[in-house]
């Protein structure tokens, strides 16, 4: 099973900021790694698709590099509706499919 | 518009079983693979199982195998999870997602809660 390792657990940053967030797989995934966003009470929403590729209507502020084993999400400029649980998936090698333990994005 | 609407969910006792069913609406539902996730209160996300648009490939978390049953039915659009022998643990917001390309969770539904205790 491929375990993902977020970091930081939590990020206290400012609107306006830019945020970087972390994603380490236990073993390369290649490319094949996704990002979501979580909201209280609501459902996960779709970022970012294999490492780099922006989800339908996600701002362009949002943006993930990486492959193998690191991976990067990074919001440019923390808007206030970006405060929320991040979470990075794999698919490369499954089942089973695995997330990591999500990075809170919090105001500061 | 895409939409998926779980039902099902509830308080049940430990041993006991519960189906969810997650009804999808907007799209051509046979063109997709199906999911179910779930999320401990609290907690993060956990796969739970994956259901290939013919149904021909199913797979599921270790944790449930054996005593979960994902389904579907393409004629009504729907997807299903009949879980069993159901443990506390099991407690969770469970959420049906679209597969948009191969294990990538394109579109979620809002989430049903399971709460298992005696």
Redesign the interface.
């Known amino acids: 099973e491929i375990v993902l390792t977020q970091s930081p657990a939590t990020l206290s940053l400012s609107p306006g900021e830019r945020a970087t967030l972390s994603c380490r797989a236990s073993q390369s995934v290649n490319t094949y790694l996704a990002w979501y966003q979580q909201k209280p009470g609501q459902a996960p929403r779709l970022l970012i698709y294999d490492a780099s590729n922006r989800a339908t209507g996600i701002p362009a502020r949002f943006s993930g590099s990486g492959s193998g084993t690191d991976f990067t999400l990074t919001i440019s400029s923390l808007e206030p509706e970006d405060f929320a649980v991040y979470y990075c998936q794999q698919r490369s090698n499954w089942p089973p499919l695995t997330f990591g333990g999500g990075t809170k994005v919090e105001i500061k | 518009e895409v939409q998926l609407v779980e039902s099902g969910g509830g308080l049940v006792k430990p041993g006991g079983s519960l189906r969810l069913s997650c009804a999808a609406s907007g799209f051509t539902f046979s063109d997709f693979d199906m999911?179910w996730?779930r999320q401990a209160p609290g907690k993060?996300?956990?796969?739970v199982s994956?259901i290939s648009g013919d149904s021909i490939y199913i797979?599921?978390?270790?944790s449930v195998k054996g005593r979960f049953t994902i389904s579907r039915d393409n004629a009504k659009n729907s997807v299903y999870l009949q879980m069993n022998s159901l443990r506390p643990e099991d407690t969770a917001v469970y959420?049906c997602a679209r597969a948009?390309?191969?294990?990538?969770?394109?579109?979620?539904?809002?989430?049903t809660l399971i709460s298992v205790s005696s």
Not at chain 2, 44 to 47: D, I, K, Q
Request: net charge negative.
């Open positions: 999911n996730v993060g996300l956990e796969w994956s797979y599921y978390a270790d959420y948009d390309a191969v294990a990538v969770f394109g579109f979620w539904g809002q989430g």
